[in-house]
């Protein structure tokens, strides 16, 4: 009998961007146990496109979301959740799972389970990293998030935590509600770039913003306040580096951008280069591959896909000494604090390793990657889970 496992909260596939979507690519697209079919929900604006479409063998069905502003993403989980107990009724499917990304819909998520319930299935959660802290949203909207997360805790039947870090804060947080949990990592591509080092596009893109290889710190990451972007461009403007330090990050009418700019008067240092999105996935790995090393300012959230990409990628790593850095770099990556000189000496000292401690940092870092977050072991494991429950 098949299992059929229906996936809410992300955008959708095929994947153009962000974690959730990617995970959900692969976890279609490597599939390898035949006997789970999956059901994916796909966010559209656009009332025009079709209700269902095939894609890596998932069964995908578009959700038209109006614009409502923040509250889109509440509508769409809850829409997406209701037409998939409908298929669930309409197609007499038996022990349904039903996987939700990231918790939004706290409030509502009683009676969606009671539903649930009702049909025989089960609901799992992942809990995705602390939304509630995140700068971008008012009080109010974080008080929100918070109440949000502790009842999809209280009423999920497993939570699936990306991070040991997040399974602990979940399971020390909200102990009271006795949260049955499992810890499973994200994933991350191991291999090397298509792309080889004279490749049109990557010299094009190199001139372009007057880069040279292996000359440049990397950046890449939403352009947020707690990505700590302020710190590492004030620190690398203190640093005696004759480097670039290259931003891949939209920051198109963004007001923390001009805030920034005020704050730092880094428009007056040539080193820094704000330089766009790169959404070619070859491209972005080439170069990461030859910058001299990744700055990683990551303060919320679990397992980040760019700091997986860029241990799997990137030679030398500096990572915002959090938990959630910690675990996932180890010894395979440098540590820095928000403390006043303290990345700028960091740097500083990156810039004076030698090739011998350069390699034996990029091997550390690369199996990191390979042991603990390959796709193969990520997939294997959400696919024991799906089927028996548990790992």
């Known amino acids: 009998m098949k299992k059929h496992v229906f996936i809410v909260g992300s955008k959708g596939i095929p994947a153009n961007y962000g974690g959730y979507e990617t995970f959900v690519e692969y976890l279609t697209k490597e599939q390898k146990d035949d006997n789970i079919q999956y059901h994916v929900a796909c966010k559209v604006t656009d009332k025009k496109n079709p209700e269902r479409f095939t894609y890596n063998g998932a069964d995908c069905f578009n959700v038209y979301v109006p614009n409502i502003g923040p509250a889109q993403a509440i509508y769409y989980d809850i829409a997406s959740l209701n037409a998939s107990i409908k298929y669930v009724k309409d197609n007499n499917i038996s022990a349904p799972v039903f996987y939700i ?177 790169v959404y070619d996935a070859e491209l972005l790995k080439k170069i990461r591959e030859e910058a001299y090393a990744y700055l990683h300012g990551h303060s919320v959230g679990g397992t980040n896909p760019s700091l997986l990409e860029a241990l799997a990628s990137t030679r030398l790593n500096l990572l915002f000494d959090v938990g959630f850095n910690h675990e996932v770099g180890r010894d395979g990556a440098k540590y820095w604090t928000r403390d006043t000189n303290n990345l700028a000496k960091l740097i500083n000292k990156t810039d004076a390793l030698n090739n011998s ?34 790992l």
């Open 101 to 277: 990304l990231a918790c939004r819909i706290g409030p509502f998520m009683a009676n969606i389970v009671k539903q649930i319930h009702k049909l025989g299935g089960v609901v799992y959660v992942n809990p995705d990293g602390h939304e509630w802290m995140r700068a971008k949203w008012s009080k109010p909207v974080r008080q929100y998030w918070k109440c949000s997360e502790s009842l999809m805790v209280k009423h999920a039947d497993l939570l699936i935590c990306d991070s040991v870090n997040i399974e602990k804060y979940i399971q020390e947080t909200y102990k009271r509600y006795h949260p049955n949990t499992t810890y499973i990592a994200y994933g991350a591509e191991v291999q090397r770039s298509g792309l080889d080092s004279n490749a049109p596009k990557l010299v094009e893109w190199f001139n372009k913003f007057n880069i040279n290889p292996y000359e440049y710190y990397l950046i890449v990451g939403r352009f947020v306040p707690e990505n700590n972007y302020e710190t590492m461009i004030r620190e690398f403007m203190r640093s005696d580096s004759k480097k670039d330090l290259v931003i891949i990050t939209n920051v198109e009418k963004n007001k923390f951008y001009e805030e920034l700019k005020a704050k730092t008067n880094f428009n007056h240092d040539r080193r820094i280069k704000f330089v766009g999105t």
């Open 357 to 390: 401690e350069i390699d034996k940092l990029d091997v550390l870092s690369t199996e990191q990657v390979v042991q603990r977050f390959s796709w193969k072991k990520i997939i294997h494991d959400n696919e024991t889970v799906f089927e028996k429950g548990r």
